[in-house]
DNA sequence: TCAAAAGTGTTCGGTTTACACCCATGG
DNA sequence: CCATGGGTGTAAACCGAACACTTTTGA
């Protein structure tokens, strides 16, 4: 945007494009990295699986959209899509990846602790958690986009805190751990993981008051809230060769 | 993108927003990290410097669009710009961002070796090569993607090969060691630094031949190419405290 | 002969890794 | 009392920071 832009400026001689926002939310539950996904309605692509989302209103950023779209179609309270760690992906603009007209779409990923079932609010037709990988071929080019977001979440687990955003407001060391162990499909050294952990500045807090809970059996573990960090220094690499 | 679609797709009612690419274009020249920027010719922001950009075209995409306008406004023959390396940013879409219109700007991050002075092609009124932080406030908002660009490039030498994007095709560890310094604004210890570069398969790969070369005074030292490698495992890590 | 930059070697100290061991709870 | 997970300790292996030293060029 910029001196390129003829004078004159008729927004409708300029403006041919749609945007819309999609939405990969992974969650984590029965030990399994599940994403959210609506079945479509309608054509194209009736009956396959996509990731929700929606247009952008006219006076709306992305980020208020990928917001509003949230709530919407996970069918939480506002309050709570409102806490959900939400970013920005990537901006997916083939011109041919919606056959019907010229959309743009801005990807976002959001990441929740064990949410509740989708339905409720929305008009999707149905929705549902389902174990990324588990599902056929997704509507437009959202296998890629699910893709991308997964690698993201991935790689970002090594150098920020993301990984406090799957876990409820307090957690233990235990469940913090089986984030990284779920979504990396590897095994970590209980020892060594409290101790790189709680050794990273604001990474976690450990909350006052009566320092024990259970979660099952076993000997009742310490609880910790988020810190205030949101980089890792140093990363938290995961074991062996990389992917991405 | 999903079911929220009403039926109908009237394009004129469901597109009602602009969307265009911004550049920001880095280059080390005279050991400064140096921004490609272009003087506003018109209003809004007349006589600011802004980044290159401009509109997608209605058959294109954004990352299309992006390496057209590179083209275009650096003036590179359209071969050396195809071999550039550009990357998405993020896309930016606040509703206010351009009082004109609504517009949609998916921002780009663009590294060369020292590139010749812009200029030639494009119709921006004028264009320059500026240190990064000398040119005063941007147009738009284009001072928050030129610091998240720089941020961005930073974070990324840490655990990928985007180094050697800073280099010519052959280079000397020296000069790759010099991206680093100049880009983090710290001085890294060159035997340490050697022999990290080396350890780390994939990054750089020796050029055969005669395998000497001088940059000036000094021991001539030993050319090479960039590997095939994008990630960097284990990454390369910046002294001391980070930013992000 | 000196300054500058490349390249090699070595030491030292902290971090990571792997594993042994005890604690607390549910069944 | 056993299985399960939490938490502490520790020794070996590894890695990175720091720095001494040699080599090869231009001036």
């Given at each position: 945007?910029?001196?390129?832009a ?18 990969a939310?992974?969650?984590?539950r ?13 054509e194209?692509?009736?009956d ?33 899509a ?11 603009s083939d ?5 019907r ?40 080019d959202h ?13 970002r687990?090594e ?13 233990t060391?235990g ?20 101790r790189k952990?709680?050794?990273?500045p604001?990474?976690v ?12 059996r076993?000997k009742?573990?310490?609880?910790y809230?988020a810190?205030g960090?949101?980089?890792?220094h140093p ?8 992917d991405?």
């Amino acid at each position: 945007m910029n001196a390129q832009a003829p004078d004159g400026y008729d927004p409708r001689a300029f403006a041919p494009f749609a945007v819309t926002v999609d939405l990969a939310v992974f969650t984590l539950r029965a030990d399994r990295l599940q994403v959210l996904l609506v079945r479509r309605g309608e054509e194209p692509y009736k009956d396959r699986w996509a990731l929700p989302g929606g247009f952008v209103l006219p006076r709306e950023s992305a980020d208020r959209a990928a917001r509003r779209e949230l709530a919407e179609e996970t069918g939480l309270s506002e309050a709570t899509a409102a806490h959900l760690h939400l970013e920005q992906l990537r901006t997916y603009s083939d011109p041919d990846r919606d056959p019907r007209m010229r959309v743009v779409s801005v990807a976002y990923t959001a990441l929740g602790p064990d949410l509740p079932e989708p339905r409720g609010g929305g008009d999707a037709a149905d929705a549902a958690w389902l174990p990324y990988g588990t599902h056929g071929p997704l509507a437009f080019d959202h296998d890629v986009i699910l893709a991308d977001a997964r690698d993201r979440v991935g790689a970002r687990l090594e150098y920020t805190c993301l990984a406090t955003a799957f876990c409820p407001p307090e957690f233990t060391l235990g469940e913090l751990r089986r984030v990284y162990e779920t979504v990396w499909g590897v095994e970590l050294d209980r020892p060594n993981f409290r101790r790189k952990v709680l050794a990273t500045p604001g990474f976690v807090r450990p909350v006052e008051g009566p320092p024990r809970l259970t979660g099952g059996r076993g000997k009742p573990a310490a609880l910790y809230r988020a810190g205030g960090a949101t980089a890792l220094h140093p990363p938290l690499l995961r074991p062996e060769g990389r992917d991405v």
